[in-house]
Structure formats: C-alpha cells, structure tokens
C-alpha cells in the first residue's frame, strides 16, 4: 500500500510540474461561474498557464484537491506547478474593476483623451457621444447640443474588459443628478437662473478661483457684473476652444478676436455653453454665491485672491502685485 501511495505521489507530481519554472511571466485568467476543479485544465491550457490541460486534470483527479474554485479573476504564472495553480484559483480573486479619474474642470477634449491614452476608446470616441444627449436619459433638463459641464468629475471604478462609453456617460449624469441637482432642486429652481447658466457659471469659477473657498466670493462678483450689464471679462473663457490650454500665442490670440462668442472681454453676458466639467465646490458656489462690495478680483503669483471695490482700486493691486 505504501508503494502505491508513493507512486501515485509521484506521478502526481510529474502531471502537476510547472509549464516553465523559469517563466514568471503573470497571465491574468477569468475563471467563468460553474467551472469545476477537473475542468479547469482545458481553460488553463488555452491560457498558455499549463502545457497540457489533460495532465492537470489528471493531477485534480490524483489528488482530489481544488474543491474550493472561484469564480474571477486570478493572476497566474507558468513557473506555477498546478498545487499552487489550484491554492491561488482558490483564494480571494483579482477586484475587476480600477478607478478612472476624471479630474475637475476637464473639458471634454481631456477626457476623451485620457481614455483613449488608455486603450479604452478610439480618440474622439468620448467626444463624439458626448455631442447627442439624446442618447441619455437624465433626472434634470440636458442640453440639446453637447453634454459639456454635465459629466460629473470624481474617480470612478471600472471595468476595462467591460467598458462601455455611454455607460460611463451616463454614470457621470447620474452622479451629476444624485451629489448636485436633485440635493439642491428647489434651490435651483427657485434662484431665477436656471440650471444650464449655473453649470456656465460653475464650469469658469473652476477654472477661473483656484482656492475653493474663494469661489462663493468669486461668484458673486461675476453675477453681479451679469446683473450690471458688464462683460464678465473672465480670461479662461477665451481658451476654452484652443486644442491646447496653455497655448499662449493661440491663447492672446483670441483675447482679441470679437467674433469668439467665448470672449467675455469683449462680448457680454455668459459664454455660451460650460468650459469645462466643474465639480461639486464650483456647482455650490454658483449657486449660492457670497455677496460683497467687491466688483474686480486678480490674483497675484501665489494664487492669492486680492478683490477690488473699485476700478481705482483695482489698478492699485495691478501694480502691487505686478499683474497685468
């Protein structure tokens, strides 16, 4: 009896060697729901994992060991022999999904290419989609030409090998309605705005105040110059259609272009759509701005804020703080 126990062992031994143990080359393998431990082989050797799935099979057999198998994902190697094939197929599986950032005051532009950078989307893919917001359904009015200012900025966990654009569009309305719009539905309703030029006003206080608690501050001086009459004569608006933010000489460019319905130097009113996926901070202090006596801001350097009461006075932190 020992004999045979003893042979069993080793040609156990023989059928469950590793493919290569030199090879420590990590193959991620998705194990379906009902795959048993006997069936397993076939799945592995299509993989590459295993050289032969009948030899493992033979080895489960032998052995009787892999009643415990999961469901999911594993990350496997070829220098694994098929005891430790079955030790890891049994323990706790890979997460499937990973975060995605998307990053406030995105435009579309960079959106659409941070997924593509990742081998998600084609380029143009997000942007094209993101342009028919009849394809989504959404808990607030959307707007008819593109969903700009809409697609929520957090970090979201995804499944790469299940991606769906428009799902994830439509994830972003829906985190959209359930952190801004429905928390603050009465207020957006009753403030005498609307919410698609709270979105506008949102999406240029992100890029406009750095410092988040300076935005309610910010705002108000903005809707006030609106409520004035005055060009708002926010710079960041002018960039919103270059293909590069910080392009300079494009940037200067169209600071003197009059014919740029962005240029809120020198058109009045708000610009036409949002220039950029604002988040949460950006959306409140639209909608609940702090009144003040100020009428002109600049920063300095540093970011700092420094208001003005007065175009005098104004002038008078140009050259403080040598801006201009």
Known sequence: MFLLLSACAQIAANYGAPADPADPTEIIVEIPAGTSARTLGPLLEAQKVVESGEDFTLYVRLTKEGGCLKAGRFKLRRNMGAAELLKTVCGVPLPEDIPFTVVEGWRIREIDAALAAKGWTQPGEYAALAANPTAFKAAFPLPEASLEGYLFPETYMVIPEKWSTQDFMQRQLDLFAERFYLPNKAAIESNGKGLADLVIMASMLEKEEPTKDQRPLVAGILWKRIGASWNLGVDATSRYTL??????????????????????????????????????????????????????????????????RDEAEHERNRATYNVY
């Open 243 to 308: 293909e590069d933010w910080n392009d300079r000489k494009a940037f200067l460019k169209q600071l003197r272009d009059p014919s740029d319905p962005y240029n809120t130097r020198l058109r009045p009113g708000l610009p036409p759509t949002p220039i950029s996926n604002p988040g949460l901070t950006a959306l409140t202090a639209a909608l609940a701005p702090t009144e003040s006596e100020y009428w002109y801001y600049l920063h300095d350097e540093k970011k700092i804020i420094h208001p003005a």
